[in-house]
């Protein structure tokens, strides 16, 4: 039987927070070494990927277009940063998981999405993860459809030991799937003012902050997230090395590829997974 969907109130993502059981919750560099990781797609159609079948334990509808799914499935632990999902032929990025629980929860836009409380056919994961022995510290960038990855990226790197802190930074186009929270961090270089940060990320003491490159947000930044990195690479260049990893569409990981070149970084990217 499908469930209906859960009332919405805000949460510390910032996507959300709902009465529903299963709302998303809180659960040294080489400055030489240049990384181009450019991935294809991967082949969902041939069936790439170990086939499972998973249950569709929850849906929750965000601002933006955005839509969570919990997946309950066997596989949790194969399921790594950059990952995704493919249901009935479309890739979802996974935004975390819970290997002791049993399931992961899936973040992207403008799908269909199956019905909660139904079993269904997963195939995955799919793509490449990110490298998480890379040099650091890291920045992390991430557009409308590589949020996912990105903010999955940030939470493993917080539970690793030794802990690595990176800084994150979206750039994403109105309507925001969460409501940014004025940060507590300063971050040195970054123009007066740009202080919205995601609210998850502040939980964690991670830094992040947004850009809007189409809209004037308050507290974000009219422009890219490039924009962002740049004028903190100007401040923090020379002081350690940086990698930087980024998930999205080719106008930004073109744009962090020259980035990287112009500072002789480390980088990592991956195509949003669409």
């Not at 990952?83 to 992207?108: E, F, M, T, Y």
Request: charged share 20%.
């Amino acid at each position: 039987m499908a469930q209906s969907r859960p009332k919405q109130s805000v949460s510390r993502l910032g996507i959300a927070r709902t009465s529903h059981p299963h709302a998303l919750g809180r659960p040294g560099g080489v400055r030489e070494r240049r990384e181009t990781v450019i991935l294809n797609q991967p082949d969902i159609s041939s069936g790439g990927g170990l086939l499972a079948t998973g249950r569709v334990l929850s849906r929750q509808d965000y601002p933006g277009g955005y839509t969570l799914l919990r997946l309950g499935l066997s596989q949790v632990a194969a399921c790594q940063p950059g990952h995704a999902l493919s249901l009935n032929g479309v890739l979802w990025p996974i935004l975390q998981r819970a290997p002791k629980q049993g399931w992961v929860d899936c973040l992207r836009r403008d799908a269909p999405c199956p019905v909660p409380g139904t079993e269904i056919v997963i195939c995955g994961p799919c793509g490449e993860p990110f490298d998480l022995l890379a040099a650091t510290p890291r920045a992390l960038l991430a557009d409308n459809d590589g949020l996912a990855e990105i903010v999955f990226l940030a939470r493993t790197l917080r539970d690793r030991h030794p802990r690595v802190k990176p800084f994150a930074l979206f750039e994403l186009t109105p309507p925001l799937p969460f409501r940014p929270q004025p940060s507590k961090m300063v971050v040195a270089g970054l123009p007066a003012g740009v202080i919205g940060a995601l609210p998850l990320l502040e939980d964690w003491a991670i830094p992040s902050r947004i850009a809007c490159p189409t809209d004037e947000q308050p507290g974000c930044l009219t422009g890219t997230a490039t924009d962002l990195v740049n004028a903190w690479l100007d401040i923090c260049q020379g002081a350690a090395d940086v990698t930087l990893f980024a998930c999205g569409h080719q106008t930004l990981l073109t744009a962090v590829g020259a980035l990287a070149e112009r500072y002789r970084l480390s980088w990592q990217i991956r195509p949003a997974q669409r």
